[in-house]
């Protein structure tokens, strides 16, 4: 071993560690545990061909130099995408912070209350913003949230009619992306320019982008009311730093609001990632998709957060969810959200009107130098006319380091925003061949487009002001909560692994986070070869023939996939194969993505060990024979097995004409061992926040390429900024998704080359079986494949328990957080149980301190389940424990103090203390507040 190999870092388990641990499951090396877990039929035996590992200190060498094939210039391009200084505190202490960055989506609230918090920061500035109701706490981008507003609206509209109409002055990457949802929906789109042409006679749904594409601020009240006249509901896509100044949509009687924050302090990141918003009028926030942040109370009556209104998503309505949106933009919001709270309502108008103002004397200089400039209102962006000159203006800009957008071959578009100055203003003006201009330009508005409410009055938007204050504020947030900077974090199915320094590094420089998407590919070329080469690497380690990182999520990333699929059939005539089966332990993602595709859901059942039931599966396809589509299997199951029926259902699903989906989120048992693309799958998409070591970032970003062999490629998602994506669907509004932190899973593959995956791989499955091996005694372990060998991780079944003792699955999650542990992933795939999966990054000691809390748990049920802890008041019902509950002058529990605060095992100094104590989900539910709750809320 040479002091440089970074697998030995990244994998917890020292050589000594891996035979305690080879010896707990009773085989004498991984290799022998690898031969025996995975079956012979999928496994594959070759050399992965990736290059030589890099040391830590080399693959930052060689990513510095990807990075200076990039070209920084300044971006006028506008579009969606602008320029914006990241506050420095805010790209220290979040973005570059793993208490914020290695956090879990907080599913479990009790430790997630500071990010709970910044979410509901990021909901109110949506909704202050934008004078509606109801936001969620982020969707991917600004196309994706627009899509899903199209959705939404076909969901509350009472029209009958398949028309949504979309403004021509729409950014066009949105309208691409709109048009890709519709299509499989069965939903027309059409593209009308509003200022011309009439509203169609019926229409469902209305998109409006405000300021527009070229930078007109129209006004929008009579669009409006004819729409809601025919029962069409109306999507603004807003931009939120405009809003500071414009009328919000809200008051105008608008439906929804959709767009990006990535202004509010988020780099442009070549096109990702940043958090997309979504918000409603009052009325339609049950129906709204993606994650919502509520208040709830504690079981002391105090103000708490949580996620609110469940069971809208997919993972419990599954082919009837409201959108297959999992992983979002949580990182991103936080940094947006935590923006506005530094600025102030105050500091935003600034900073808005110090935009208006460039863009102002930008047009004033443009016209005085005889150069036409559309005569509209607009707020950062306008648009010259220059006949047939454009292209020879857009040149002299770039020549001059900036970037304009070339609208056509007579007009330019040119974007203002934060970062603009007086001399990116003189370069644009030379550019265009006229004189520097001294004055200042008109920057008022039309009194009908002018915002005159209040907004961000919240005293938290009034607060955090000064960077001692805004320091505190982020550090009390997170302290708050539990990321993997603490601790353990095994849930199955999410892969928490470690996410290294030296991956998140480049991710902050320049080259990587100030690109824009649309920048000229002279500027980009480091970014595409690395790109490149990460794609190649993916293909090398799924055995695929080609890859797409576009998708911004899994769940998107499937969704492309069954788009491949579903363009594959209809372009050798069988567009009638619409049935896709999906088996019942199936991911909620999978149905709820299979419908978006315009897929019929039909699903197979389970046998008792777990498997996919071969014998439904034959009576499944026989009866859709002709129209199945596709079968959608994760793989090793979601039940944490390698089932060794899988290359049997390849071939008869294959044998019925039906393509075969391997959901990829579990590839981190097989990296190394088997190749889905070989073993008999047609796609599948990968998780890079989960084998690939992208943080989770508390519920997003994510990355969730698509995988295909070679008869789907040309269905591969197409360039959303191009006139024409050619046939291929846009899933995303960039090229290449969230390209900006594509740097993470490169190092990762450049880092562990070949051995160090395999490593990873076999440590992965060691440590899975090793806690199976030592909870087995206590917790029946679900299912098992081939020798008893689970995959990469174990269900522990506490039905029994449950039923004997009324300890419930969730008793068991809260108090391993007094135990300082983040529960496992609970009730998935199976209710009442817990999914553990520990991942290669946890040393032998914290496996050990894990299985050692289970089993002290299950000592504290036994005391329940013989009577001599009550069942309604013990310390496991009572969890987890507040510092205020054991430190209050009163104790009427029948356990002492300490028993609640340090059980066995717990160390007194360190000790994690969640802020608040279990919080009732129901009665948030019933209260819905989804927006900053009044400091007298918390309140003693
Ligand atoms: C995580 C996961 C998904 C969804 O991925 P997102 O990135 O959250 O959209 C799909 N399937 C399985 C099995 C998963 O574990």
């Known amino acids: 071993m040479t002091a440089e190999q970074f697998a030995d870092r990244h994998i917890g388990p020292g050589r000594a560690d891996e035979r305690r641990m080879l010896q707990a499951v009773g085989y004498d090396s991984i290799d022998e545990l690898m031969d025996a877990a995975i079956p012979e039929v999928i496994r594959w035996h070759g050399t992965l061909d990736l290059p030589e590992p890099a040391g830590e200190r080399e693959a930052i060498a060689e990513l510095r130099a990807l990075a200076a094939g990039n070209t920084v210039a300044v971006s006028m391009i506008g579009l969606g995408y602008h320029g914006t200084h990241t506050p420095a505190v ?85 309208i691409a992306v709109i048009g890709s949802r519709a299509e499989p929906l069965g ?368 769940s998107q990333g499937e969704l492309a996939g069954l788009l491949a699929i579903r363009a594959y059939h209809a372009s050798r005539g069988a567009g009638q194969r619409d049935v896709c089966l999906i088996p019942s332990s199936a991911h909620g993602t999978n149905a709820a993505s299979a419908v978006m595709a315009g897929m019929r859901v039909v699903v197979v059942g389970c046998d008792a060990d777990g498997n996919v039931d071969l014998v439904d599966l034959d009576a499944k396809i026989d009866k859709h024979r002709d129209a199945l589509a596709a079968i959608m299997v994760t793989y090793p199951s979601t039940h944490g097995v390698y089932e060794t029926g899988i290359a049997s259902l390849c071939a008869k699903v294959h044998d019925a004409g039906g393509q075969v989906y391997v959901d990829g989120a579990n590839l981190n048992a097989l990296v190394g061992f088997a190749k889905p693309g070989r073993f008999g799958a047609d796609v599948s998409h990968l998780n890079l926040h989960k084998t690939f070591c992208i943080p989770h970032g508390g519920g997003g970003p994510g990355v969730g390429p698509v995988a295909v062999r070679a008869h789907l490629a040309p269905f591969l998602p197409g360039d959303p900024g191009a006139a024409h994506v050619g046939g291929r669907p846009a899933i995303s509004a960039a090229k290449y998704g969230s390209a900006g932190i594509l740097p993470i899973p490169w190092a990762y593959l450049r880092m562990m080359g070949a051995q160090g995956l395999v490593r990873a791989t076999g440590v992965a499955v060691l440590a899975a079986n090793y806690v199976a091996a030592r909870l087995r005694e206590h917790f029946p372990v679900l299912y098992a494949g081939n020798k008893g060998l689970v995959a990469h991780e174990c269900i522990l079944d506490l039905r029994p328990l449950t039923k004997a003792t009324g300890v419930s699955v969730d008793d068991v999650a809260k108090r391993l957080i007094d135990y300082g542990f983040h529960a496992p992933t609970m009730s998935f795939p199976v209710a009442g149980t817990l999914m553990v999966e520990p991942t290669e990054s946890e040393d032998l000691a914290e496996l050990d301190r894990f299985c050692d809390a289970m089993i002290a748990i299950r000592a504290e049920i036994d005391k329940v389940g013989s009577g001599e802890w009550p069942a309604g008041d013990n310390p496991l019902a009572n969890a987890p424990h507040t510092a205020a509950m054991v430190s209050a002058d009163e104790w009427p529990h029948p356990y002492s103090r300490s028993v609640g605060a340090y059980p066995a095992g717990v160390q007194r100094a360190g000790r994690y203390w969640p802020p608040v104590r279990r919080i009732d989900g129901a009665y948030g539910d019933r209260n819905l507040v989804c927006s900053c709750p009044s400091p007298e809320a918390f309140e003693d």
């Open 90 to 174: 805010i790209r220290r202490n979040v973005l570059e912070n793993p208490a914020w960055y290695t956090a879990y989506t907080p599913y479990q609230p009790e430790i997630s209350q500071g990010r709970l918090e910044a979410l509901l920061n990021f909901q109110t500035m949506v909704t202050d913003l934008t004078g509606l109701a109801t936001a969620n706490a982020s969707m991917l981008d600004e196309g994706t949230a627009a899509a899903e507003a199209m959705t939404l609206a076909r969901r509350a509209s009472r029209s009958k009619s398949c028309v949504y109409v979309v403004d021509a002055d729409t950014l066009p990457q949105t």
């Open 187 to 554: 939903i027309e789109v059409r593209v009308l320019d509003l200022d011309v042409e009439e509203l169609p006679a019926e229409f469902f749904g209305l998109h409006l982008q405000y300021p527009g594409a070229s930078g007109a601020v129209r006004e929008h009240r009579d669009l409006v009311e004819a729409a809601h006249a025919v029962g069409a509901l109306v999507t603004v896509a807003a931009d939120l730093l405009a809003l500071t100044l414009l009328r919000p949509p809200g008051e105008i009687g608008v439906d929804i609001a959709a767009g990006s924050t990535q202004r509010f302090g988020v780099p442009m990141g070549f096109g990702g990632p940043h958090a997309g918003y979504l918000a409603v009028r009052s009325g339609l926030e049950r129906m709204l998709p993606g994650r919502l942040v509520g208040v709830s109370r504690d079981a002391d009556g105090n103000a708490a957060y949580r996620l609110a209104l469940q069971t809208r998503e997919q993972h419990i309505r599954r082919e009837r969810a409201t959108s297959n949106i999992c992983t979002a933009q949580v990182l991103l919001a936080v940094m947006a959200g935590m923006y506005a709270v530094y600025h102030g309502p105050d500091g935003l108008r600034v900073i808005a009107e110090r935009t208006r103002g460039m863009a102002a004397r930008l047009a004033a200089g443009l016209r005085a130098g005889g150069v036409q400039v559309t005569d509209v209102a607009f707020f950062d962006t306008v648009t010259a006319v220059v006949p047939s000159r454009a292209a020879e203006v857009v040149a002299a800009a770039a020549e001059r380091h900036v970037n304009l957008r070339l609208v056509d071959a007579d007009r330019v578009g040119i974007s203002c925003d934060e970062t603009t100055t007086g001399a990116h203003l003189e370069a644009v003006w030379a550019a265009f061949g006229v004189p520097v201009f001294d004055g200042d330009g008109d920057v008022a508005l039309p009194p009908a487009l002018r915002r005159t409410s209040d907004f961000l009055t919240h005293p938290v938007f009034r607060t955090h002001h000064s960077e001692t204050a805004m320091l505190r504020y982020l550090r009390r947030l997170a302290d708050f909560d539990y990321a993997l900077d603490r601790g353990m974090i095994p849930l199955g199915s999410c892969t928490m692994k470690l996410n290294a320094t030296t991956e998140m590094e480049p991710v902050s420089w320049p080259e990587f986070a100030h690109i824009h998407p649309f920048a000229p590919e002279s500027q980009t070329a480091g970014y595409r070869e690395m790109i490149a080469q990460l794609e190649a690497w993916l293909a090398e380690v799924t055995g695929y023939d080609a890859v797409s990182v576009q998708p911004n999520a899994g």
